[in-house]
């Protein structure tokens, strides 16, 4: 542990080597200026302890030390000395946050008490904030591995190592087939920046499991890279199958991290971090088994109800709509027929690729059964339905099925939609009548209807 230092401010000698005597004598390390505005200049070095300062001195007097002190980082304890004493003075020093008032002139056992009991509690506080750090970090390290979000995960843990590093620029990626998939996750980084970054660090990611830190002279020299580079951060994330994910941190971009990187702090949280990733991992995959179909990858029906319960209680609440396509194929019975069951599952796949290439990343897909389809709109109007539903038609109408086997083969679909709350109020109903309108298409089939058109219907039949 470090000896305490003591800074002596007053304008007379003689109590300067008299203060400076008597403490350093009990071991402490003591300076001296013999003004105010020399006391605030020695403070900015910062590793002083304890301030020691007259009250009445010409120029920067001892309260206006005791403000300055007060707003510094780690500020030092003041204690004010004066030989013109008086109770209001006194009060009004510690109110202003003196760690104590000694009067001119004074026991010198009183001076060394008072430093002492000032220097006792100091290194008890010291203690309880090196506690209570190490308790906060321990906290965010057990909620970093308690995430089974991979997308709440990283953005977490981009946060707390950049808030241990007291700033900078983060981003993580998921890794597939030992190619970058997709940045999860960017903070003080555009998304071609840290794309860019994440592609010149990956030769770096093969090259074990623990964090490694590069100077600007170990980085490639690539373009598009973030300005200003001077530290960067890499640790790799894996599963039990292997590399997935990588999380990559850098200095500000206007300055490098102020002194030593808190490595110890920072490969706790970072190993936190990877204990999460490889159980959220775990989860998803365990999710995917019970929600993914297996032939086209898309959601499955008993996902569709549990989105359907969600998304209702979320619109309701918000005064939101949204819009639910069935897609059904039309004669899809003669394509196993004539051509087989592996045929048939091929097509099925080739629909599911083409309804991902029609909606946005937002809407979700399903396979509700069969070779029968369904597409959750989110936010979406009759209106918008109507526009997407025509588009899933005629992609499968256009698309040319099982092209590389040099026998193609062309298939069309029909299509209904329904729209909460406008066409139903309840996931029962909206499954129904979206159902029942594409059902109400097999009349004349690839063809898109609206639950909306269904009365219609209904009076022209009658």
Request: charged share 25%; with cysteine.
């Amino acid at each position: 542990m470090r000896t305490s230092t003591i800074l002596v401010v007053d304008d007379e000698l003689f109590f300067r080597r008299l203060y400076a005597n008597l403490l350093s004598e009990k071991g402490y390390q003591v300076e001296t200026v013999s003004s105010g505005e020399e006391a605030v200049a020695r403070l900015l070095h910062g590793d002083i302890d304890i301030v020691l300062t007259d009250l009445v001195m010409p120029g920067m007097d001892g309260m206006q030390i005791l403000d300055y002190a007060r707003k510094l980082g780690n500020p030092p304890d003041v204690i004010l000395v004066t030989g013109h004493a008086s109770v209001e003075s006194a009060i009004q020093a510690l109110k202003n946050g003196a760690r104590d008032y000694l009067v001119k002139p004074f026991d010198p056992a009183e001076l060394l008490h008072v430093v002492h009991g000032c220097l006792e509690q100091r290194h008890l506080l010291d203690e309880n904030i090196v506690l209570k750090a190490q308790i906060q970090l321990y906290q965010r390290g057990q909620h970093l591995a308690a995430k089974l979000d991979l997308d709440q995960l990283f953005w977490e843990a981009l946060s707390a190592i950049l808030l241990e590093t007291a700033g900078g620029r983060g981003v993580a990626c998921l890794i597939s087939n030992g190619e970058i998939s997709q940045l999860a996750s960017s903070k003080g980084l555009q998304e071609t920046e840290g794309m860019a970054l994440m592609d010149a660090l990956q030769p770096y990611l093969s090259e074990g499991d623990e964090l490694r830190i590069l100077q600007q002279a170990e980085l490639p020299d690539v373009p598009q890279l973030p300005a200003n580079l001077h530290t960067v951060g890499i640790f790799p994330l894996r599963s039990h199958y292997g590399l997935h994910g990588a999380l990559v941190f850098c200095n500000p971009a206007d300055s490098d991290f102020s002194g030593e990187l808190p490595l110890k702090n920072l490969t706790f949280l970072l190993e936190q971090t990877a204990l999460g990733f490889e159980n959220a991992c775990r989860f998803k995959s365990a999710r995917d088994l019970i929600f993914i179909d297996d032939l086209t990858g898309l959601h499955n029906y008993r996902y569709l109800q549990m989105i359907l319960e969600q998304e209702i209680l979320r619109s309701e609440r918000y005064g939101l709509e949204f819009s639910l396509i069935f897609i059904d194929l039309d004669y899809f019975k003669e394509i196993n027929d004539t051509r087989g069951h592996l045929d048939g599952s091929q097509a099925l796949k080739e629909v599911a690729t083409l309804l991902r290439q029609s909606v946005r990343e937002s809407d979700i897909l399903f396979r509700y059964g069969g070779d029968e389809f369904t597409c959750f709109l989110v936010e979406t109007g009759s209106e918008g339905a109507a526009v997407v539903a025509e588009r899933i038609r005629l992609s499968i109408q256009n698309h040319a099925f099982f092209s590389e086997s040099g026998n193609p083969a062309h298939i069309t679909a029909t299509v209904g939609y329904a729209t909460f709350p406008s066409d139903a109020d309840t996931k029962q109903e909206i499954i129904h009548l979206a159902d029942k309108a594409m059902y109400a298409g097999k009349l004349c089939r690839n063809v898109v209807r609206g639950a909306w058109q269904l009365d219609e219907m209904e009076n022209r039949r009658n």
